[in-house]
Every structure is written in structure tokens, then in C-alpha cells.
């Protein structure tokens, strides 16, 4: 038998930071596949944030530029802009600095993982035509008894 293969050390971030809880709150499920690829993405750029020395006291500040996300997840801008916002509306991650223009470079916006997502709550959904239906069924069904 060979030596037994481990994974490339770039993967082995996902088993430090992914919070496995993170997965039973409403928040995380009620999450799209861009805004969770966009979580992932930012979960690993904030650990990458927490291990360098001269960071800002507190909590990790990373860049995420949309070429970023347009290199690593084949996304749009407005797809990432939708997640971004999702995100930020959950409370998964908060502007610390907003980007911009500064003498023609691009400066992006600078980030922050958040806990407001631990007592996020979903909208409730609208049952009223749901309500109609059960409704219409059970007139249905009520005249089909009476028929026979």
C-alpha cells in the first residue's frame, strides 16, 4: 500500500471555519446557492484575514472584489451584487469600508462576518391562496358527496 494522499492545503481552511451548526439555523437555509457559494468564499477570505499578523483589532477585514467572484465563481455582477446583499440583509456580513474609485484604481469594498444571522427569522409566507385551494377542494368534494 502507498502512502495515503491528504488533501491540498488550501482545502483544509473549509473544515477549520465551517461552523457546522451554521447549517441548522433558518438563516443558512434559507440561503440561495450564489449567496451560500459567496458565504463559502467569505468565510475563507476571513480566516485567510485572521491569520496574517497586522490585522485590525477585532473581528477579520477582507477585500471581496467582484472579479474575485467573477474568477473563482463564473458570477455575474448583478448575481453577485443579489448575493452580496442577501448576505449583508441576513446579517451574515457587514461594509466595514465602502470601495470605490481612488485616481483610477478600483479599491473594493472591505468586509466583515457577522453573528445576526444567528436570530434571523424568514418572512412568513402568504397562505392565502393555499387557504383558497384547500378550500375549492373541500367545496369539490363536498358537492361530489351530495351527487351520489
Not at 20 to 42: G, I, W
Not at 121 to 134: C, S, V, Y
Request: glycine share 8%.
Amino acid at each position: 500500500m502507498g502512502k495515503k494522499k491528504t488533501p491540498p492545503h488550501k482545502l483544509n481552511w473549509y473544515a477549520r471555519v465551517f461552523i457546522f451548526d451554521m447549517v441548522t439555523f433558518p438563516a443558512y437555509r434559507h440561503l440561495s446557492k450564489s449567496q451560500t457559494d459567496v458565504l463559502t468564499v467569505a468565510l475563507a477570505k476571513s480566516d485567510a484575514a485572521a491569520a496574517e499578523k497586522d490585522r485590525l483589532p477585532g473581528r477579520p477585514v477582507f477585500p471581496f472584489p467582484f472579479s474575485e467572484a467573477k474568477r473563482t465563481l463564473g458570477m455575474n455582477p448583478q448575481s453577485f451584487q443579489n448575493a452580496i446583499d442577501g448576505l449583508k440583509t441576513m446579517g451574515f456580513i457587514c461594509v466595514v469600508r465602502p470601495g470605490g474609485t481612488a485616481n483610477g484604481d478600483g479599491i473594493p469594498n472591505l468586509y466583515q462576518l457577522q453573528d445576526g444571522w444567528k436570530t434571523w427569522t424568514p418572512p412568513l409566507k402568504n397562505t392565502a391562496n393555499i387557504e383558497k385551494a384547500r378550500a375549492a377542494k373541500k367545496a369539490r368534494i363536498g358537492a361530489t358527496a351530495h351527487t351520489t
